[in-house]
C-alpha cells in the first residue's frame, strides 16, 4: 500500500513537500513516480525516480521546480515543489511500478492522492 501525504493550500511562489510512504519490504524493487489531476484533466505523470534512484525523469512543466527522490531505507518517496503555480493545483498521486517511464501504464499500484491548491 502507498500513503500519500503533504498537501496543503498554499499561494503561488510558495513550497510543497509531498510523501508517500509504502508498506511492505520490496520498496526498493519499484520505480516510483507521482502523477497529478486537476480537475477536468486527466491524470498526467510529473515525476519518477528509479529504484535506486539514479535514473529521476519529469514533464517539462515542472524541471527546475520539483525534485523527486526517495529513501528506500524508509520506504518512502517524496516530492519536493518548489515556486509553486495555480497551474500546479491537482490531487497528486504516487505510484510504484516494475517499469521505468512516465505512461500511467507502467505503475501498478496506486496511492489515495493528496490535494495541493495553489492560489493567484
Known amino acids: 500500500q502507498l500513503q500519500a501525504s503533504g498537501g496543503g493550500l498554499v499561494q503561488a511562489g510558495d513550497s510543497l513537500r509531498l510523501s508517500c510512504v509504502a508498506s511492505?519490504?520490496?520498496?526498493?524493487?519499484?520505480?516510483m513516480g507521482w502523477f497529478r489531476q486537476a480537475p477536468g484533466k486527466e491524470r498526467e505523470f510529473v515525476a519518477v525516480?528509479?529504484?535506486?534512484?539514479?535514473?529521476?525523469l519529469y514533464t517539462d512543466s515542472v524541471k527546475g521546480r520539483f525534485t523527486i527522490s526517495r529513501d528506500n531505507a524508509k520506504s518512502t518517496v517524496h516530492l519536493q515543489m518548489n515556486t509553486l503555480k495555480p497551474e500546479d493545483t491537482a490531487v497528486y498521486y504516487c505510484?510504484?511500478?516494475?517499469?521505468?517511464?512516465?505512461?500511467?501504464?507502467?505503475?501498478?499500484?496506486w496511492g489515495q492522492g493528496t490535494l495541493v491548491t495553489v492560489s493567484s
Open positions: 505510484a510504484a511500478g516494475v517499469s521505468y517511464g512516465s505512461s500511467r501504464a507502467l505503475y501498478g499500484y
Open positions: 525516480t528509479s529504484r535506486s534512484g539514479g535514473s529521476i
Open positions: 511492505g519490504r520490496t520498496f526498493s524493487s519499484y520505480h
